[in-house]
Antibody, heavy 116, light 110 residues
Framework: QVQLQESGPGLVKPSETLSLTCTVS????????WSWIRQPPGKGLEYIGF???????NYRPSLKSRVTISADTSESQFSLRLTSVTAADTAVYYC??????????WGQGTLVTVSS | QSVLTQPPSASGTPGQRVTISCSGS????????VSWYQQLPGTAPKLLID???QRPSGVPDRFSGSKSGTSASLALSGLLSEDEGDYYC???????????FGGGTKLTVL
């Protein structure tokens, strides 16, 4: 059974960079697509982007200038980097397997708060 | 404002059948398959319906999905109190070249 676990700082200062890592167990990161999705407090789900097994990426257009998703197959991890954060980036961040037909496995989510 | 439109709320009594709609356009639902996600309070979303109407292993057959044109629907029959939560539709948008989610529907079991 594939399991995903997000890790990273829970507090980031405005204008700084948010960095999160998702560790995958029970499955090969060299297969499938791997995605990041966020949920602002009390709001709905918002797709951020995915990386494919071949390293191709896709990003939400409104975040494209600030987002980078990368993968480290040797560590079975993929990462999210979001620059120049503001309070609007405060959210629970989920990593998930998928991004082609669906998102079939999700991490438990990690709350990232942007505040000074 | 979400690209996919869902009613913000839905409700039913135990045992009842409830339907949640998801309306899009020719560039998203009209061209691609729809998946549905269940998010119970305080938990991560879970894939409920894949490829318009396919239930992943372990999802009860009380849940069913359908798609027609630029709209999709999720039906829950034999409603249980444990079904209370938020439900989201999602699909790929060919014009935006990104995944889009509905705004979510909060299901209340009365």
């Amino acid at each position: 059974q594939v399991q995903l676990q997000e890790s990273g700082p829970g507090l980031v200062k405005p204008s700084e960079t948010l960095s999160l890592t998702c560790t995958v167990s029970g499955g090969s990161i060299s297969a499938s697509y791997w995605s990041w999705i966020r949920q602002p407090p009390g709001k709905g789900l918002e797709y951020i982007g995915f990386i494919t097994h071949s390293g191709r990426t896709n990003y939400r257009p409104s975040l494209k200038s600030r987002v980078t998703i990368s993968a480290d197959t040797s560590e079975s991890q993929f990462s999210l980097r979001l620059t120049s954060v503001t309070a609007a980036d405060t959210a629970v961040y989920y990593c998930a397997r998928g991004g082609y037909h669906n998102f079939d496995h999700w991490g438990q989510g990690t709350l990232v708060t942007v505040s000074s | 404002q979400s690209v996919l439109t869902q009613p913000p709320s839905a409700s039913g009594t135990p045992g009842q059948r409830v339907t949640i709609s998801c309306s899009g356009s020719s560039s998203n639902i009209g061209s691609n398959t729809v998946s549905w996600y269940q998010q119970l309070p305080g938990t991560a979303p879970k894939l409920l319906i894949d490829s318009n109407n396919q239930r992943p292993s372990g999802v009860p057959d009380r849940f069913s999905g359908s798609k027609s044109g630029t709209s999709a629907s999720l039906a829950l029959s034999g409603l249980l109190s444990e079904d209370e939560g938020d439900y989201y539709c999602a699909t790929w948008d060919d014009s935006l070249k990104t995944w889009v989610f509905g705004g979510g529907t909060k299901l209340t079991v009365l």
